[in-house]
Nanobody, 127 residues
Framework: QVQLVESGGGLVQAGGSLRLSCAAS????????MGWFRQAPGKEREFVAS????????YYADSVKGRFTISRENTKNTAYLQMNSLKPEDTAVYYC????????????????????WGQGTQVTVSS
């Protein structure tokens, strides 16, 4: 069982930056592909970014490519999402998720691929 706790959300003006953190419990963090998703009011949860177990591969949604960066520190059991050049349309609840994987290079983009989810953190970007 893995528990995920997100932090770092808040209110920021358009063009600003935030860094989200996802702290995981348990000794096997390095066994999981990590991902970030978001859900805006009235919309379905959507993929944002994913990072492989060894940080060798990352994958981003087109809407955030070049602005967001996913990373992880396996020694700290933590994943991050650095968000720059934020736009009002980035406003959503952001969730981190963990996918138990036997591949050190795989990433995952679909919600059903993930085994564990955090409770979410609100990001609000004002215009």
């Amino acid at each position: 069982q893995v528990q995920l706790v997100e932090s770092g959300g808040g209110l920021v003006q358009a063009g600003g930056s935030l860094r989200l953190s996802c702290a995981a419990s348990g000794p096997t963090f390095s066994s999981y592909v990590m991902g970030w998703f978001r859900q805006a009011p009235g919309k379905e949860r959507e993929f944002v970014a994913s990072i492989s177990r060894n940080s060798g591969n990352t994958y981003y949604a087109d809407s955030v490519k070049g602005r967001f960066t996913i990373s992880r520190e396996n020694t700290k059991n933590t994943a991050y999402l650095q968000m720059n050049s934020l736009k009002p349309e980035d406003t959503a609840v952001y969730y981190c998720a963990a996918d138990l994987s036997y591949s050190s290079q795989a990433v995952a983009v679909l919600t059903y691929e993930y085994d564990y989810w955090g409770q979410g953190t609100q990001v609000t970007v004002s215009s």
